[in-house]
């Protein structure tokens, strides 16, 4: 089985760090200490609101990483014209509604084929991975490859959420879609990813599905920094899927 790689989303250190206004916590340090800590890249969403990763700190990450950086954005003109300056490893298209909490779901790209495919190709020019953030859905996967996607991740809040709410036939019906939905998707030849509310009661389940090759992991891992600091939140992180994948 591949390796399963490890991205850390590391949005919420910006998060604390608005509140107040200052610059800490710093999300770059707490990047470089996820890269000791084990992770295989590091992942930052620069939203239209910037209500939590800046373009400064998009800046910054590009020039300290030794990682690959995932760069989480909407379709829009100015994202893709920040992701083509910066020609990051990876760009994950996500959808983007201001008055959301977090990415509530997947995109759909079934509904914007046509402008998706000419909004992605500079983007796989310039020689990043396009990554398309989705549902488990086969319709939305099609057209994810039609439009020239190398990369999917499937949306696992719906699995997550079942889980916490102790839904557990949903819950395990959701783990059934991403599981057959994951083969659909390598069988196509395309790159699987899995993200959003992963934690380390779930985390297992989905790192076992062995065409997904990396879970991208935020909220939860800098929840329990502030408990046990970040580099054992992300050690036992590494543990559990490593263990799954065993
Ligand atoms: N993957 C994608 C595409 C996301 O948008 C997010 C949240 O920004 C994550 C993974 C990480 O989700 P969480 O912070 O809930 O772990």
């Not at 910006?14 to 206004?21: F, I, P």
């Not at 710093?26 to 890249?41: H, S």
């Not at 509530?104 to 983007?123: D, Q, T, W, Y």
């Not at 069988?187 to 297992?204: I, N, P, Q, R």
């Amino acid at each position: 089985m591949a390796k399963l790689r490890l991205g850390v989303n590391i949005d919420h250190v910006a998060t604390v760090r608005n509140a107040r206004g200052g610059d800490v916590p710093d999300p770059v340090r707490a990047a470089k200490i996820a890269e000791e800590a084990g992770a295989d890249g590091i992942t930052a969403h620069l939203r239209e609101d910037r209500r939590h990763i800046s373009d400064e700190d998009i800046d910054r990450l590009m020039a300290a990483l030794s990682l690959p950086l995932n760069f989480e954005m909407a379709a829009t003109d100015e994202m893709q014209a920040i992701a083509l300056r910066h020609k990051p490893h990876a760009v994950c298209i996500v959808p983007e509604r201001r008055e959301e909490r977090t990415t509530e779901g997947g995109l759909e790209v079934a509904r914007e084929e046509n402008k998706l495919a000419h909004f992605i190709a500079p983007l796989r020019e310039a020689g990043c991975r396009v990554s398309i953030f989705i549902a488990a859905d086969q319709r939305q996967i099609e057209a994810a490859h039609r439009i020239g996607a190398q990369v999917i991740e499937l949306h696992t809040g719906a699995y997550c959420d079942a889980h916490a709410e102790g839904r557990f036939d949903d819950r395990d019906a959701e783990l059934e879609k991403l599981r057959r939905m994951a083969t659909f998707a390598h069988d196509k030849g395309l790159e699987v990813h899995a993200g959003h509310g992963l934690t380390y009661d779930t985390v297992s389940p989905v790192a076992a599905l062995p065409e997904v090759i990396e879970l991208n992991i935020g909220h939860f891992l800098i929840g329990e920094a502030i408990f046990m600091g970040l580099t054992p939140a992300i050690a036992e992180m590494r543990r559990l899927m490593d263990a799954a994948r065993a």
